[in-house]
């Protein structure tokens, strides 16, 4: 089995194709980059022959470099102003009472999520919640959202208590919750149950706003954040005026961008985008993420 990992593609394409949303890499390529960059990256000095390869841009010398890169896609990195960007870390990187942990890592759908209700699920639940599933996934081009029959076709369940436990971690629990696995290499999230507290939510409304909660929360191991707007699901509040606002697509669409390294830790995401900022501000140039395929180590 095979699935795609995101690594950051340091050495920065720079003429014909550093705009460019999506291009497929070739084994080997000539690129040019910054000297500051060669420095950083490189421990062999520099001699009068690599001189003579030199390029001049914005008054920055460029330095010519032969780069063997795995096939795969690359994208250039997605710039976001600081607001945002501080926002979604608390979100994607589960903050904590103010703090950061910053071994903790990214999580993320890379296959599309097959969702089997339990018979109990009312007919209009499942209807209503895969009309909401298809709103987010309609939007987002690497998230696919579909309801599959059978048990063994799904990788995400959705189940009420009560009845047969789908997931024993989570039986004991006195309230609606979900229960997810993801690899440990990658943090790709590949199973997750969900268990409705039926006597919490004894009702098809209350029931439909929770799985929608928790089914957005689990796209991502997110966390919602209290400055937010109460009519946003990212916001952590109790209304029934939640809708799937522009800013909670902005956040998603964000999260499942290539533009952007995948699965990553909170430490390598600030220093990517300290990089990707200081090119993109010195030179003009936009860092590009390869995105190739990588045998699976699930765990």
């Given at each position: 089995m095979k699935k795609i990992i995101t690594s950051l593609f340091l050495l920065i394409f720079i003429f014909g194709h550093s705009q460019k949303h999506e291009h497929k890499t070739d084994s080997i390529h000539k690129i040019y980059v910054p000297i500051k960059q060669y420095k950083k990256k490189f421990t062999e000095d520099l001699t009068k022959e690599?001189?003579?390869?030199?390029?001049?841009?914005?008054?920055?010398?460029?330095?010519?470099?032969?780069?063997?890169v795995s096939r795969g896609v690359y994208v250039p990195y997605e710039e976001k102003d600081s607001v945002f960007l501080a926002n979604y870390k608390k979100i994607a990187f589960n903050h904590k009472k103010g703090e950061f942990s910053y071994d903790t890592r990214m999580k993320y759908w890379e296959k599309p999520i097959k969702i089997f209700f339990s018979k109990d699920v009312s007919k209009n639940v499942r209807e209503e919640f895969m009309k909401f599933t298809k709103e987010i996934?309609?939007?987002?081009?690497?998230?696919?959202?579909?309801r599959v029959r059978k048990l063994e076709d799904s990788n995400y369940v959705i189940y009420y208590s009560g009845n047969y436990e789908y997931e024993s971690r989570i039986h004991h629990y006195k309230s609606s919750n979900y229960y997810a696995y993801w690899s440990l290499h990658s943090s790709q999230i590949y199973r997750n149950s969900m268990r409705i507290h039926i006597e919490k939510e004894f009702n098809d409304t209350l029931v439909l706003k929770k799985m929608k909660d928790l089914f957005l929360q689990s796209l991502g191991q997110f966390k919602?954040?209290?400055?937010?707007?109460?009519?946003?699901?990212?916001?952590n509040c109790h209304s029934d005026k939640k809708k799937f606002?522009?800013?909670?697509?902005?956040?998603l669409k964000y999260h499942y961008s290539y533009g952007i390294c995948k699965g990553t830790d909170l430490l390598t995401f600030e220093e990517q985008h300290k990089q990707a900022q200081e090119l993109l501000k010195e030179h003009g140039i936009k860092m590009n993420f390869i995105h190739h395929e990588s045998?699976?180590?699930?765990h």
């Open positions: 690599d001189s003579l390869n030199f390029k001049f841009k914005d008054n920055d010398t460029l330095v010519m470099v032969n780069q063997t996934s309609s939007e987002i081009d690497s998230l696919n959202i579909s919602f954040l209290d400055e937010f707007e109460c009519d946003n699901y990212f916001a606002s522009a800013l909670d697509l902005e956040i045998p699976d180590h699930n």
